[in-house]
């Protein structure tokens, strides 16, 4: 079974950074894209950022490009958001989630599993 375990979010300042990590089990971990999605209340789930099975092919919003950065970690099957520069406007639920292929996507209909989200507020 594929779980998906996110942690890391948090209350911060504008400006400020938070790491998001997400570890998973029950899939051959560096054999699938990974990403993160986030909801901010009353609106629609929307892309955040997505990681091929080969690391270097990495894939951001433009809301976000510049300022996060997605990584794995293939030996402790966790896949990273680093977040700098926050603002308000990134306060959302995030949620990172895997699919079975090794190219990254950036709908959330590609992807079949995700996990149960982690709270990220920045304040202004």
């Known amino acids: 079974q594929v779980q998906l375990v996110e942690s890391g979010g948090g209350l911060v300042q504008a400006g400020g950074s938070l790491r998001l990590s997400c570890a998973a089990s029950g899939r051959a971990f560096s054999s699938v894209a990974m990403g993160w999605f986030r909801q901010a209340p009353g609106k629609e789930r929307e892309f955040v950022a997505a990681i091929g099975a080969n690391p270097w092919q990495r894939y951001y919003a433009d809301s976000v490009k510049g300022r996060f950065t997605i990584s794995r970690d293939n030996v402790k099957n966790t896949v990273y958001l680093q977040m700098n520069s926050l603002k308000p406007e990134d306060t959302a639920v995030y949620y990172c989630?895997?699919?079975?292929?090794?190219?990254?996507?950036?709908?959330?209909?590609?992807?079949?599993?995700w996990g149960q989200g982690t709270q990220v507020t920045v304040s202004s």
């Open positions: 989630a895997t699919r079975p292929g090794r190219s990254l996507r950036t709908s959330g209909d590609d992807y079949d599993y």
